[in-house]
């Protein structure tokens, strides 16, 4: 039996709820794409995908599959493959709406949630259209010297934080080693809910060399093991993106129709994961 | 082909020579040619330059997650950086965010990434962007991602430096506010240039040809550059000529 905050997939998933502001980070770190097809089953609509601070083949499947009113993201790309097809098309239909950000400022949104203030300044952005575009943003003189205009932004605090992570122990604890900003966002975020490659035995608090890489389990209300839950996409030094599995996504979501057969056999129940 | 080297080579070792004095250069996303530039001036610079290329593990060092690129670029520890467009104009304003009026852009591309910020805090900021049509390079974007100017009283210690494209390399004067041609790549003439830039440029009435690599830079590009890259960039990696 699976003690909370320990739970399968699906009943991690069934966290989500709709309408909820979603906080996903970048290909650099672990995407949860396991979770995202159980979102994907569940019918999740509504979500305020925010993406820290970009997002890709996760951001692409939940727009084209329905999920998404809004995105607030710096940038929707999958990179090598070009640009995000079903993002595109969802925009040029006026199906979503995009928030338009810059990194640094997704990033320094959610430090401001993560100290409990309401709003954080940051450079550069004057003169910019993505500030025009932003009217929850504003621009003050620094009050410390004279005329120096700096931009303030509103706290990013994230109903739910998902991501995938290397390892969790049967406290809630989350080994996520380098990829800090998944300490951040588990921070700013009201809930942080994580899918894991394997669940030691052992406390991770109790190993020096881990505990300093870990998101302790106060912050963390869901884990489901999911082995390869980043698939396709890579995961560390663990396993490579699966180029060719993206590249077939790549090609059916040229299409509209083309993305809804893809997705179809995607969601559907099977033993084995396979893409397409 | 006679040449004795490809057109992405050439770019490669062109972005390299524009790194030269930095101690620390930092490379972005969907950036291989810089990457591997990057890589290679710290070949060059016998180890002296420090490289952080964005999506690798090995060829990063970074600790504190995602934020850390910014808060290094804020204090000044950053020399160089890479921006890009789908757009860019004659005052090096940028867009990587669509063409057309916003938001009901007519072609839609990924976003800005950190340009809003990190082309007012380095100090020398690299425009790359291989295709020099004026499809590209236009009188005026349609969008701001980031500007190549900013008023007086703006912070902004950093900016646009040069402009290397698939036809030649521009530096920009912040002052005048204008690119000025440097050199034409083997290959294409001034004309050419004019022909495929939207805006007006500055040319002197004589400009050189770009440098072709060395022998000893073909030779890192083609063995342990393409080696390195393809950590963050497989499939670049693959199509490098070894």
């Known amino acids: 039996m699976l003690t909370a905050p320990l739970c399968d997939l699906p009943a991690l998933a069934a966290m989500i709820p709709n309408g909820a502001q979603l906080a996903v980070p970048s290909e650099n770190c672990g995407v949860a794409m396991a979770a995202t097809r159980e979102l994907v089953r569940r019918g999740v609509r509504g979500l305020h995908l925010v993406c820290v601070p970009v997002s890709g083949l996760q951001a692409e499947i939940m727009i084209g599959a329905g999920l998404v009113e809004t995105v607030e993201t710096s940038a929707v790309t999958l990179a090598e493959l070009g640009p995000a097809p079903r993002f595109t098309a969802a925009l040029r239909d006026g199906k979503i709406r995009v928030l338009d950000s810059t990194c640094p400022a997704i990033h320094a949104a959610l430090q401001a949630a993560q100290k409990g203030i309401p709003f954080i300044p940051l450079r550069g952005l004057i003169g910019t259209d993505v500030l025009a575009n932003r009217p929850d943003w504003k621009v003050i003189d620094n009050p410390f010297r004279t005329d120096d205009p700096i931009v303030l932004l509103p706290a990013i605090q994230p109903d739910i934080a998902l991501f995938h992570a290397p390892l969790a122990d049967r406290h809630g604890n989350v080994f996520i080693g380098r990829w800090r900003e998944l300490l951040t966002l588990a921070h700013a975020a009201r809930h942080t809910l994580v899918t894991v490659e394997q669940i030691t035995e052992r406390d991770l608090m109790e190993d020096p060399e881990r505990s300093p890489g870990v998101i302790p389990a106060l912050y963390v209300t869901g884990i489901a093991e999911a082995r390869r839950g980043a698939w396709p996409l890579r995961f560390g030094a663990d396993y490579p993106t699966d180029q060719e599995a993206v590249e077939r996504y790549v090609a059916a979501a040229r299409t509209d129709s083309g993305f809804r057969d893809w997705l179809q056999a995607w969601v559907a129940p099977r033993p084995a994961q396979a893409l397409a | ?242």
């Not at chain 2, 996303?29 to 016998?46: H, K, T, W």
């Not at chain 2, 757009?87 to 976003?111: C, K």
């Not at chain 2, 204008?178 to 495929?196: A, K, M, T, W, Y």
Request: proline share 6%; glycine share 12%.
């Open chain 2, 1 to 242: 082909m006679s040449a004795a080297f490809t057109s992405t080579e050439l770019l490669i070792a062109v972005i390299a020579r524009l790194l030269e004095g930095c101690r620390h250069v930092v490379t972005g996303a969907s950036s291989p040619v810089p990457g591997a530039a990057a890589l290679l001036a710290r070949e060059i610079s016998g180890g002296a330059l420090r490289v952080n290329v964005l999506g690798a593990t090995r060829n990063n060092s970074f600790t504190n997650g995602g934020v850390e690129l910014f808060d290094l670029a804020a204090q000044g520890r950053i020399d160089a950086f890479f921006l890009g467009g789908g757009q860019i104009d004659g005052q090096a304003n940028i867009n990587l965010v669509g063409a057309g009026r916003y938001p009901d852009v007519e072609v839609r591309w990924p976003g800005s990434f950190g340009s809003s910020y990190l082309y007012f805090l380095v100090p020398r900021v690299i425009l790359f962007r291989e295709e020099h049509t004026r499809r590209v390079m236009v009188p005026r974007v349609d969008f701001i991602s980031a500007p190549g100017v900013s008023p007086s009283n703006v912070y902004r210690p950093g900016g646009p430096y040069k402009m290397v494209t698939g036809l030649g390399l521009f530096a920009f004067d912040r002052t005048r506010c204008r690119f000025r041609l440097e050199s034409v790549h083997p290959g294409h003439s001034v004309q050419e240039i004019v022909d495929n830039t939207g805006f007006d440029f500055d040319c002197p009435g004589q400009v050189s040809v770009t440098p072709a690599p060395e022998s000893s830079v073909l030779q890192l590009l083609r063995g342990r550059i393409r080696g390195e890259i393809a950590e963050a960039y497989p499939r670049f990696a693959t199509s490098l000529a070894s």
